[in-house]
């Protein structure tokens, strides 16, 4: 994730920051009085053994909110079964003058973990003023290396190499796997030397880059480092196909090691979790009913249709209460199946709302084409409009086919034209926002604190038809080309009104910044879904261990994704996402190990994971991916437990409906018959 390189509460995914800004940060970051200063205790080794937990998570605890409040975050962690602490031990709090060394803050964070029985995995990283890039400076940077190293070798026993190196942000350079790798042979080298029983970390990788990976392994990187590591960030994975693709993602990399280091090295997920802005969807509400009111400025002449169908992953948690908070107060709607879409007219319905997202279900494009052309408004929010192709497997299940022969031009058909950076030179890869003259219907539309990345044109619009700009780029210019200099006023949210051979309207919102599904965002309740699922799913598919990201959230922006990917909230009371955490230690404690077999059942409409545990017993973990679903079955053995993702107990019986929220069930000589 893009946070600010070491531990300010300022993090942000998406935007990259100068070496001068972060330089800033650290400076503030460190600036703590003499009341935080304390003399190192230290443990000795013999004391001292790193958790062989795969659960782990990641917490500032170098500076800022989790620094003051380290204590408590520890033992919360604890509390949950979380028994490792990724944190930032960054050059630039340690050396935060040329020649002085400062370890005090870092002594308080070691050896309060291990007070709470907490393994610190440090991260060495990021840069100095005076020798910025690091990569561009080994002599420093290694000296940096070796006196952190020295100090903490008894207490720390695992170190990672930077963190995600293949983004320019934190890389503070153009990455290269190329220089990556040198970067990481002299580190390891310098660390080995210090004591060859360490263990060193591939810096964790933004997404899962296999192109990347490779380069830096094809570089002679496979023989300085000793775990492999990743930061798969996606949405739920609410579907068979997105369940394969995380298991298809995480055996490339299991691959690539063994291809080109000779052997398989563990493989860590150092960085993965969901976020919940409390304004997520809310944003919904100001753009569907600021566009309306301006369509229909007299009332909407009929009723509402919107997808409600646990299906279709696009509205998966999108129930009828869900879609109140996203419509106008009071609004008259219908919740429709995917499937009611075949009998679609302007008659029954005025305006048919898509789930927000940049998924179509292209089997429905020309009834939704006549529902235009009819006179019915279409309602488009999330993203580019018909970007990725919904279709239907064999067994009827909704997912993106691997190829998507539409992605990008099926919204040609409707009539839209859409520009980005990648499509058109000069285009802007994001900008700020303002409202455009005529769109004060949106008043709550929080211009102020989103940016637009993807517009939208007239081009394909017939004599009659026209493009009314809801939100439009401020104070923004074309960055290149013929265009370049000259003012950029493309909106990135639109209505199309067609007056021509057809009657209806199409309102346009390319802005992602209320997603509810895509970028790692999620309601407050699917956070624990979520993240159990893919540990889960993580270690039962060769993944050593699994640090989720992050634990306390900074809560101090309502908008900023940044602030709440935390398990926790601010005030360190549980999220879900602390409360499914937790349940699955109880359920598959430390220890536990992974009984092979394929998760698929009954036609990948159910996900079935097993292990053994340190007690003898059996676990099982069932959940449906992307609706409910009852199934038949026989319990041989003992059944001694049976509760869902939060803990709360389940009454088992020989039928059971499961559904994307987990059930545990843990018994004597467990085997479960799936009739």
């Known amino acids: 994730m893009l946070k600010i390189p070491a531990n300010s509460n300022c993090r942000s995914k998406f935007s990259s920051l100068s070496q001068s800004v972060k330089h800033l940060f650290s400076a503030m970051r460190f600036g703590f009085s003499c009341a935080f200063l304390m003399m190192p205790c230290f443990v000795s080794a013999a004391d001292f053994t790193p958790s062989s937990s795969p659960y782990g998570t990641c917490s500032h605890l170098a500076g800022g909110q989790e620094h003051m409040e380290m204590p408590k975050n520890l033992k919360l962690m604890r509390q949950a079964g979380i028994e490792w602490a990724r944190a930032d031990f960054s050059w630039s709090g340690i050396e935060r003058s040329r020649g002085t ?74 990455p290269n796997p190329e220089a990556y790798a040198e970067f990481l042979k002299k580190t390891y080298l310098t660390i080995k030397e210090i004591d060859p029983e360490l263990v060193v970390v591939y810096g964790g990788l933004a997404g899962v880059p296999a192109d990347f990976y490779e380069k830096s392994l094809r570089a002679g990187a496979g023989e300085f480092f000793d775990v492999a590591n990743i930061h798969p960030y996606r949405g739920g994975m609410m579907s068979e196909n997105s369940i394969n693709r995380f298991l298809e993602d995480i055996q490339k990399f299991h691959d690539l090691t063994i291809q080109y280091c000779g052997k398989a090295k563990p493989l860590w997920i150092t960085e993965m979790g969901w976020a919940t802005p409390p304004t997520l969807g809310l944003n919904y509400r100001a753009l569907i009913s600021g566009s309306l009111e301006k369509i229909y400025p007299d009332g909407i002449p009929g009723k509402i249709a919107v997808i409600s169908d646990t299906y279709y992953p696009p509205s998966y948690g999108l129930s009828e209460t869900a879609w109140k908070n996203l419509l106008p107060e009071g609004a008259d709607f219908t919740p429709l199946l995917i499937a009611d879409l075949s009998s679609l007219t302007k008659e029954k319905y005025s305006v048919l709302i898509m789930p927000p997202g940049e998924d179509f279900p292209v089997a429905y494009a020309d009834q939704l084409r006549n529902f235009v052309r009819d006179g019915g408004t279409l309602v488009l929010l999330g993203g580019v409009p018909f970007y990725y192709q919904m279709a239907q497997t064999e067994n009827g299940v909704w997912e993106r086919p691997k190829k998507n022969p539409y992605a990008g031009n099926l919204a040609h058909s409707f009539r839209v034209h859409w520009i980005a950076w990648w499509t058109e030179k000069g285009v802007p890869e994001t900008c700020p926002i303002q409202l455009a003259d005529g769109a004060e219907a949106l008043k709550d539309y929080p211009v102020a604190k989103v940016k637009g990345g993807r517009f939208f044109t007239d081009r394909l619009l017939k004599e ?212």
């Not at 540990?535 to 990201?549: D, K, M, P, Q, T």
């Not at 990917?565 to 190990?593: M, N």
């Open 464 to 675: 009659g038809d026209s493009m009314e700009a809801l939100i439009i780029p401020k104070d923004t210019q074309w960055t290149d080309g013929a265009k370049k200099g000259e003012i950029f006023d493309a909106p990135s949210a639109c209505v199309y009104r067609f007056n021509s051979d057809w009657k209806g309207s199409i309102v346009a919102s390319a802005q992602m910044d209320g997603s509810l599904g895509n970028m790692n965002r999620c309601v407050p309740e699917n956070q624990g879904i979520f993240l159990s699922q893919a540990i889960l799913l993580a270690l039962s598919n060769g993944v050593e261990r699994f640090f989720s990201y992050e634990f306390q959230a900074v809560e101090k922006d309502d908008v900023d994704p940044e602030h709440h990917f935390g398990i926790t909230h601010a005030d360190l009371t549980p999220k879900t996402g602390y409360l499914g955490y937790r349940t699955l230690t109880q359920a598959r404690p430390s220890g536990s190990q992974t009984i092979p077999g394929n998760w698929n059942v009954d036609d990948g409409k159910l996900c079935v994971l097993s292990w053994k545990r340190p007690d003898g017993q059996i676990g099982y973990a069932i959940w449906a991916p992307f609706a409910e679903r009852s199934k038949k079955m026989i319990f041989h053995g003992k059944v001694t437990d049976c509760f869902d993702w939060e803990g709360k107990k389940v009454s088992l019986s020989s039928e059971m409906t499961f559904s994307p929220a987990i059930t545990y069930v843990i018994g004597e000589n467990l085997r479960i018959e799936w009739k």
């Open 101 to 174: 060394w400062h370890f005090e803050h870092l002594d308080k964070v070691v050896n309060t973990a291990q007070e709470q029985g907490v393994t610190i995995l440090p991260i060495l990283d990021y840069s100095v003023p005076w020798a910025a890039p690091s990569y561009r400076n080994p002599e420093a940077w290694l000296e940096y290396v070796r006196r952190t190293v020295t100090h903490f070798k008894d207490r720390i026993r695992y170190w990672e190499v930077w963190n995600e190196q293949n983004l320019a942000g934190f890389w503070g350079d153009t």
